[in-house]
């Protein structure tokens, strides 16, 4: 039976930062990744050869993760992207945070813009009026990589471990192996491995497959809030005040009608709106370049909810909306905003009419009042209101609403802070964790855990 000192599930951000910080330990390390290697990613996702359920897959399983393909933005704040402060101060956060970004500038990212470190007073400008608008802008300052110069870097950070850890792709991990309380390994098929130390990085698409391991293991869950909504593009200039300054402008709002929590996510200035694979259920995303722009800006809006007693499956909650719209559409809905507020769907022939010409023109013309919940649609039409007042424009009947977007969290787990499971010598991270929700985080979550085990294995030797 083949056996290592250290296995990793997943090579998404937070494994590849585990496997980053022990590949200079005498350590035998195997990184397990169900997705392909980062170059046969990114030849799988420029062949337009390759089937459309392959390439789909391709864009959230691989070395990378989900985030391969996305617009690399770093977070490099402790205000959001995760939990991890939850397990240490923000002060030792955001040293971390420092740490991390400092690799992926060694990787690659020196020469890429931080947005939010000058122009305090502007800052604080936006922040007076978004307030009047019953918003919260929380600032951040944002590394932007560029889905193209992201790709870069996660092939430089291949190439770092080849030859110093064992990397096996296309591999996908059957069962956890623990008896009695005690660690043993994993399965792969009829092969079944062993290991001191596990890793479990799985992320969001491996997200369902983790927490039914962890109920078989007896590990102690907790759900956390499943994010539904949908993704807005409008042209570039109507955020341009706000993206020129902040360029990740994340605001805040709670709805009168229910008082639920309302958020902007991932803001992609001059981007493109995009599909993403999610299980076989067609979601919508955003990505942004370096070195190639549309005259469009998109970004999501979400509503955020928490389920209480006896519901305890947000994440099959937002699959089943998802898949309402994959029903009516055969894949993701646009709609223009002023045909959802005057109760009509939007046709090919509205969509062309309209200002706002859209990025994806593979989404079906449609109405998107006969997928998201009641409750979700009030909520972000006053949304729409309150941002209009700080960016005009928003509100216009032209923009272009697709969905739905959702944003599926894990159920998470309970950790202690060296993020490590009832279970001696067994982590978890990552977004497939439910800890963490951006690059940022996930890789500082990795980079904790190896170090962990790093001081572990020094104390045994």
Not at 178 to 190: A, C, Q, S, T
Not at 220 to 232: E, K, M, P, Y
Request: hydrophobic share 40%.
């Amino acid at each position: 039976m083949k056996s290592y000192d250290v296995i990793v599930i997943g090579a998404g951000p937070a494994g590849i930062f585990t496997a980053l910080e022990l590949a200079a330990t005498n350590l035998r390390v195997l990184v397990v990744e169900k997705g392909h290697d980062i170059g046969a990613r990114v030849k799988a996702n420029a062949d337009r050869s390759t089937p459309l359920d392959e390439r789909r897959r391709n864009i959230v399983c691989g070395w990378g993760g989900a985030g391969a393909f996305s617009d690399g933005k770093l977070t490099l704040t402790t205000e959001y992207g995760g939990n991890l402060d939850d397990y240490m101060s923000k002060a030792d956060l955001q040293k971390e945070i420092d740490y991390v970004d400092d690799i992926y500038c060694r990787f690659g990212g020196a020469d890429r813009k931080v947005y939010g470190d000058e122009r305090a007073d502007e800052i604080h400008q936006l922040k007076m009026r978004a307030a009047a608008a019953d918003l919260a802008l929380i600032p951040a300052r944002i590394r932007h990589l560029g889905t193209d110069v992201n790709a870069e870097i996660l092939a430089a950070m291949r190439e770092a471990v080849a030859g110093k850890i064992e990397v096996r792709c296309d591999t996908e991990i059957t069962e956890i192996l623990v008896e009695n309380g005690v660690l043993r390994g994993i399965r792969i098929g009829d092969e079944c491995i062993e290991t001191r130390y596990l890793v479990a990085a799985p992320g969001r698409e491996g997200s369902e497959w983790f927490v039914g391991e962890a109920h078989k293991l007896g590990l102690s869950l907790s759900s956390n809030a499943v994010d539904i909504g949908v993704r807005v593009e409008l042209p570039a200039e109507v955020f341009q005040p706000i993206t020129d300054i902040v360029y990740e402008s994340k605001l805040l709002y709670y709805s009168r009608s229910f008082d639920d929590r309302v958020r902007t996510f991932c803001m992609n200035p001059n981007g493109f709106v995009v599909t993403e694979n999610n299980g076989g259920l067609m979601t919508v995303n955003g990505h942004s370049f370096a070195h190639k722009k549309s005259s469009n800006t998109n970004f999501a809006l979400l509503v955020s909810k928490c389920f209480t007693e006896p519901f305890k499956e947000p994440i099959t909650y937002g699959k089943s909306i998802a898949g309402l719209a994959n029903l009516l559409g055969g894949g993701p809905i646009v709609q223009r905003l002023g045909d959802l507020r005057d109760g009509r769907r939007s046709t090919p022939e509205r969509i062309r009419r309209g200002l706002v010409q859209p990025t994806m023109p593979s989404a079906t013309p449609g109405d998107l009042s006969l997928v998201l919940p009641y409750r979700h649609l009030v909520d972000i039409m006053e949304m729409f209101e309150a941002l209009d007042a700080v960016a005009p424009g928003t509100n216009s009947r032209h923009t272009l609403l697709y969905g739905v977007e959702v944003k599926f969290y894990s159920s998470r787990l309970q950790l202690s802070d060296t993020l490590e499971t009832e279970i001696p010598n067994f982590f978890a991270i990552g977004d497939g964790a439910g800890i963490t929700r951006g690059l940022i985080q996930a890789s500082v979550a990795g980079v904790i855990v190896a170090r962990e085990i790093k001081a572990r294995n020094s104390k045994k030797e």
